[in-house]
């Protein structure tokens, strides 16, 4: 029995060594996790009231993003912009969606933006692109998150609804 309570001794006191580990520093931790996140894509993309109810993320941000073309369009629509410029059908306009849920709406203009009254289009488009309905901003890792994205815009003449 002491031969027996020697050997439990011994292999206590050597088997401590095995369990020692060396334990990573908060700051290692912290550029390991910040380095494994893929900060190019969000958890779930911004949505409005409408694409809440879809379930599947490819869907929820196809109507998402539908649903935004389709409130621009109809806001230009009744704007001047297309007699204006006939010869211009699309423009881009890049949104962006801040984490307290406020819009930004910047126009993109052609690369021959030369021919365009530039500062005249901007102030019509920012006239126009006002009192959109609440949008939910992008999360990610439960954590609200400024996003941004071009929406290609159609512009309709007129005489051609």
Do not use: H
């Amino acid at each position: 029995m002491k031969r027996f309570f020697l050997f439990f001794l011994f292999l206590v006191f050597s088997s401590c060594q095995y369990f020692e580990k060396q334990v990573p520093s908060e700051k290692e931790l912290l550029q390991k996790e910040l380095k494994s996140i893929n900060w190019k894509e969000v958890d779930e993309y911004p949505s409005v009231l409408d694409c809440e109810k879809i379930n599947d993320k490819k869907q929820r941000q196809q109507c998402f993003f539908e649903i935004m073309s389709q409130l621009i369009q109809e806001k230009l629509d009744i704007d001047t912009l297309s007699i204006l410029y006939p010869e211009l059908d699309t423009i881009e306009v890049k949104v962006t969606i801040f984490p307290n849920a406020t819009l930004k709406f910047e126009p993109q203009f052609p690369k021959d933006s030369a021919t365009y009254d530039t500062i005249k289009m901007d102030s019509i488009l920012r006239a126009r692109l006002i009192d959109f309905p609440k949008v939910n901003p992008a999360i990610k890792r439960g954590i609200p998150v400024k996003s941004q994205f071009i929406l290609p815009v159609i512009l309709k003449e007129k005489n051609n609804k």
